[in-house]
């Protein structure tokens, strides 16, 4: 069964950094995009990142860019998001996915089929 479990989340002040971790079982996470979202209460689910497997295309919404980092670390089967300069409208649960299939990455949500369980990040003072 594969399996997604996010972890790293937390509260934080505003600027501060936090760095969440997407590890993954049963499949090799480099050969797949795995994507991050999230959700704040009462909105839509937003894609934040993703990254490719092996093509190595890397995504980033337009609200994180320059402040999130994504990455993959093979060795560990995770695929990391750095987040930096961190503003209260990035509270939200953060969930990352994997893609139904190993091209590319997309920030639609309709191209994954499994999720993890979502991690709390809140910024707040």
């Known amino acids: 069964q594969v399996q997604l479990v996010e972890s790293g989340g937390g509260l934080v002040q505003p600027g501060g950094s936090l760095t969440l971790s997407c590890a993954a079982s049963k499949f090799a996470i480099r050969y797949y995009g795995i994507g991050w979202f999230r959700q704040a209460p009462g909105k839509e689910r937003e894609g934040v990142s993703c990254i490719s497997g092996w093509g190595g295309k890397i995504y980033y919404s337009d609200s994180v860019k320059g402040r999130f980092t994504i990455s993959r670390d093979n060795a560990k089967n995770t695929v990391d998001l750095q987040m930096n300069s961190l503003k209260p409208e990035d509270t939200a649960i953060y969930y990352c996915?994997?893609?139904?299939?190993?091209?590319?990455?997309?920030?639609?949500?309709?191209?994954?089929?499994?999720w993890g369980q979502g991690t709390q990040v809140t910024v707040s003072s």
């Open positions: 996915a994997k893609m139904k299939n190993e091209n590319g990455c997309t920030l639609g949500q309709t191209s994954y089929h499994y």
